[in-house]
């Protein structure tokens, strides 16, 4: 079992930026993918970005060139930089991590506002 615990959500005006972090703790040997996912009022949770332990990245169309998703494996940390943030970004962010044997788990998501 993992354990994740995010930080770094908040509030920010439109163009700003803010860095998320996940860490993760526990069977930590067991994880293959870490990526972020958001949910906003009413809507569905949709992917945002996802990093593979190789580093490999994929990102939605809406976040690319705006969001950068990395990686500290010694850290057991994936971070999220969103940059030019737009209001439409404003959501619950969760972060998630995709186990070598097919199984995942959730953090306990973390507010972004983007006002404008």
């Known amino acids: 079992q993992v354990q994740l615990v995010e930080s770094g959500g908040g509030l920010v005006q439109a163009g700003g930026s803010l860095r998320l972090s996940c860490a993760a703790s526990?069977?930590?040997?067991?994880?293959?993918?870490m990526g972020w996912y958001r949910q906003a009022p009413g809507k569905q949770r949709e992917l945002v970005a996802r990093?593979?332990?190789?580093?490999?990245?994929n990102y939605a169309d809406s976040v690319k060139g705006r969001f950068t998703i990395s990686r500290d494996n010694a850290k057991n940390t994936v971070y999220l930089q969103l940059s030019s943030l737009k209001p439409e970004d404003t959501a619950v962010y969760y972060c998630?991590?995709?186990?070598?044997?097919?199984?995942?788990?959730w953090g306990q998501g973390t507010q972004v506002t983007v006002s404008s």
């Open positions: 998630n991590v995709a186990y070598y044997w097919g199984g995942n788990s």
């Open positions: 526990g069977s930590i040997g067991s994880i293959n993918v």
């Open positions: 990093i593979s332990s190789g580093g490999s990245t």
